[in-house]
């Protein structure tokens, strides 16, 4: 079984709807990262959390909101979703050492119309 | 500020040797990493540099100089399976705690 999990996979949309993203890890990991993914801009960062009560913004993170539910649950909510937050969105888990690496999830490709 | 450059693209051939160079400029250098990207797909982890010097890894090593902010990836023994994008990241601040992304770059092994 995969150790970080993202649900939906793939999601299609209208502007102006709700949107929950949802992200899952059995790795045991604090800290957990929501990413934005464009072509030709790389990884950006939305939000991230070091436990549960801990979030942080990250460069991009109008528009967007989070909620650490627990300590392996992280979920991204676009509250009026637009065409430009169309993306490919990637959760990540790290463990406290900055010298580990971190784990990403398979990815939600998101089209907002 | 936090700037990573890396090229955009680039193309080789199936058994040489390419390397993929990245420059950075940051504040509280924590390491850099190479992230393998296959289109659609999830970032993995390919290697972590934190003091200067060559880190091998089979076919795949990096390098790191510090004091030029700049590091490379250097894959050996080209496979087709190599053709995918390459993403260099620096982390930051004394805990660690943000990681910053390259654009990436996207390699095509050619027969």
């Excluded at chain 2, 659609?40 to 076919?59: C, M």
Aim: aromatic residues 12%; hydrophobic residues 35%.
């Amino acid at each position: 079984d995969a150790d970080v999990t993202q649900t939906p996979r793939n999601r299609i949309t209208k502007t102006g709807k709700r949107i929950m993203l949802e992200c899952s890890q059995t790795k045991g990991h604090d800290r957990m990262y929501w990413y934005r993914q464009d072509p030709g801009l790389g990884l950006r960062l939305i939000y991230y959390s070091f436990d549960v009560k801990d979030i942080n913004k990250g460069e991009i993170s109008d528009g967007y909101s989070v909620s650490r539910q627990a300590q392996a649950k992280f979920s991204l909510s676009l509250e009026s979703a637009i065409p430009n937050q169309t993306a490919l969105y990637f959760c990540a888990t790290a463990p406290q050492s900055s010298q580990e690496t971190q784990y990403f999830g398979p990815g939600t490709r998101l089209l907002v119309l | 500020g936090q700037n990573i450059d890396q090229p955009t693209e680039m193309t080789a051939t199936e058994g040489a040797i390419v390397q993929i160079n990245c420059t950075y400029q940051t504040s509280g250098f924590n390491g850099l990493f190479w992230y393998q990207q296959h289109a659609g797909e999830a970032p993995t982890f390919l290697s972590y540099n934190v003091l200067d010097g060559l880190e091998e890894k089979g076919r795949f090593s990096s390098f790191l100089s510090r004091s030029k902010g700049y590091s490379y990836l250097l894959l050996k023994e080209l496979q087709m399976k190599d053709s995918a994008s390459y993403l260099c990241a620096v982390r930051e601040g004394a805990g660690g705690f943000k990681t910053i992304f390259g654009a990436g770059t996207r390699l095509f092994v050619k027969a």
